[in-house]
């Protein structure tokens, strides 16, 4: 198979933030106060970083090594190395597919992003109760418009970015918008360290007590640990295609732990010392969080500063945006690289059939929770039933794939020869990687899964 022209990322900081960019999202900044805020605050925070180094970052290598290995897309790369074991390389259609379908449903939730930084920067949230809060997202998510609005907007946001090519659209957003998204979340840390309930909030993030872990506690930080790197379904993967053979595989891989986790961590650093603020509010307010209790808690805190709370509101929902929008573009990349190296297509006409392929199943995600809500396929409407296939079917049996894939299947001399690239690095945790990749992480996986689809607690 001849490859494709291809070019890479031109600096080893744009491969990291861009890669960075890709994991970092709305799983870090929504999802993870959720899940710690659900599940105990500090403990929790605890297992998760554990099963962030030992389980979701060697999956990522994982995919990393696969990626860099083909230097074209997935789909080649896992043809290329299962030369023979050809059944081994329809696994390269998985990113296809799950790419459409994360796009999908995710472009609707970084719409309602969009929704809310324009609300705040029109000062809508001034004035209001608690109770119209919840009643003013419930009305917009169920519009059958405003939702497909803002969809649109990121989409052809997504669009133009991706369609630019990887070294002025990708790489070169990714250098903007991190170094963005990281002064606002250092600008939101310190408003929120300097509220009056701060260091309750603190308190209940970083003073662990075991006594609330429980079996359920352990394997939903597992989840999230796999969830906030997007592992499994080989976005990592699709960008590991750009990298430079001089990049150092297993440094880059910790380098973007690092800095999905810092991103989580200080997320949680804002969101509870806010609402331990509020007097009545919890920090298990699941879901609804971000969308109905923040704007409440930003009115509140910073009532006597409207100014403030302005400020703040606006800064937190654009930070929210830059999020969503970062892994969106990893989740077109996914999908639209296939058609451009594979199918020969022009990157910009990759870009536009997925993309319109999204709209059309990002509106019916959308419009579930309004026209379409009695709609149904095995009992969930199509938001919920996309999530459901990505997160509970696709990650994890992905995941399980790629390891058993790459550990059991591939020669591993081909794992050793991209980890040291060829010799030329030391690497001392190879051993211990190709240990993890083989058996910890295939175990753990399963535990995933059987406990996403209820068969454990």
């Not at 307010?285 to 403030?308: C, E, K, R, W, Y």
């Not at 081909?414 to 040291?420: G, I, P, R, S, Y």
């Not at 690239?421 to 240990?435: A, E, I, V």
Request: charged share 10%; net charge positive.
């Amino acid at each position: 198979m001849k490859a494709h022209p291809q070019s890479g990322f031109s600096s080893k900081i744009g491969a990291i933030l861009a890669t960075a960019g890709s994991a970092v999202g709305l799983g870090n900044v929504w999802r993870f106060p959720t899940e710690t805020g659900a599940n105990g605050g500090a403990a929790f925070l605890l297992i998760y970083v554990f099963f962030m180094i030992f389980l979701a970052t060697p999956i990522m290598i994982a995919e990393f090594t696969i990626g860099r290995h083909g230097q074209k897309d997935v789909f080649h790369s896992f043809a290329v190395m299962s030369r023979n074991h050809r059944l081994w390389k329809y696994m390269g259609f998985l990113p296809v597919v799950a790419g459409i379908l994360v796009l999908s449903y995710y472009a609707v939730v970084a719409g309602w992003t969009f929704e809310y930084a324009y609300t705040a920067g029109i000062n809508g949230f001034a004035g209001k109760s608690a109770s119209q809060y919840a009643q003013d997202f419930s009305l917009f998510i169920s519009h059958p418009l405003r939702p497909l609005m803002w969809m649109f907007f990121i989409l052809a946001l997504t669009f133009v970015i991706v369609a630019l090519g990887v070294q002025k659209g990708i790489e070169r957003g990714a250098k903007v918008m991190m170094p963005v998204l990281f002064l606002f979340l250092v600008i939101l840390a310190v408003c929120s360290l300097s509220l009056p309930g701060a260091s309750s909030g603190i308190d209940f993030l970083f003073h662990p007590d075991f006594s609330k872990v429980t079996g359920s506690t352990v394997l939903s930080a597992m989840g999230q640990s796999f969830f906030t790197l997007s592992v499994g379904i080989c976005c990592l993967c699709t960008y590991a295609c750009y990298f430079r053979k001089d990049i150092n595989l297993v440094s880059n891989g910790f380098s973007v732990a690092v800095i999905d986790t810092m991103v989580a961590v200080m997320s949680g650093i804002i969101i509870f010392p806010a609402v331990y603020s509020v007097p009545g509010l919890s920090p298990d307010a699941g879901p609804s969080l971000v969308f109905i209790t923040l704007p409440n808690v930003f009115q509140h805190v910073f009532s006597g500063v409207p100014v403030i709370a302005y400020i703040f509101s606006l800064l937190f929902y654009l930070l929210l945006v830059m999020a969503a929008l970062t892994s969106s573009i990893s989740m077109l990349e996914m999908s639209a690289s296939y058609f451009h190296a594979e199918k020969s297509m022009s990157r910009p006409v990759a870009c536009a059939g997925v993309s319109i392929i999204c709209l059309f199943l990002g509106a019916l995600c959308s419009l579930s929770f309004g026209p379409l809500k009695e709609v149904q396929l095995f009992h969930m409407g199509f938001f919920d039933l996309f999530d459901f296939v990505v997160a509970k079917l696709f990650m994890p049996i992905g995941g399980f794939l790629t390891c058993v894939f790459l550990g059991w299947v591939v020669n591993g001399k081909v794992m050793k020869a991209e980890l040291t690239n060829n010799g030329s690095l030391r690497q001392p945790l190879y051993p211990l990687l190709r240990f993890l990749i083989r058996y910890f992480v295939p175990v753990c996986i399963l535990l995933i899964f059987i406990h996403e689809l209820g068969w454990i607690g």
